[in-house]
């Protein structure tokens, strides 16, 4: 097998992370990273693999800022859940005074 099954591998990464915005789809990121894994077991890591290796870290940092991306948005989700939960148990324990 050759490195080109890297490259599309990794031109797919690219265009997957221009569409990760706010709302990515884990089946794609999931499918990906697998036909990622078999095209690297499958690699010849010949006299372009220094290139692939390098195009391959950038594209990690890429990834690795969308998911501290995501993570940001996850925990503001979660702290507006909590915000909310946290007034409904307060109006429910309210009873207006006069009956």
């Known amino acids: 097998m050759s490195d080109a099954r890297i490259e599309a591998s990794l031109d797919d990464l690219e265009r997957l992370l221009a569409t990760l915005v706010d709302d990515p789809d884990p089946d794609k990121v999931a499918a990906w990273h697998a036909g990622f894994k078999e095209a690297l077991a499958q690699a ?56």
Request: proline share 5%; hydrophobic share 35%; no cysteine.
């Open 44 to 99: 010849e890591r010949g006299p372009r693999w220094p290139a692939i290796v390098a195009r391959a870290q950038e594209l990690g940092r890429r990834l690795e800022t969308q998911v501290n991306h995501l993570n940001a948005i996850r925990g503001a989700v979660r702290e507006e859940l909590l915000a909310r939960s946290k007034g409904s148990r307060a109006l429910s324990g309210y009873k207006p005074a006069g009956d």
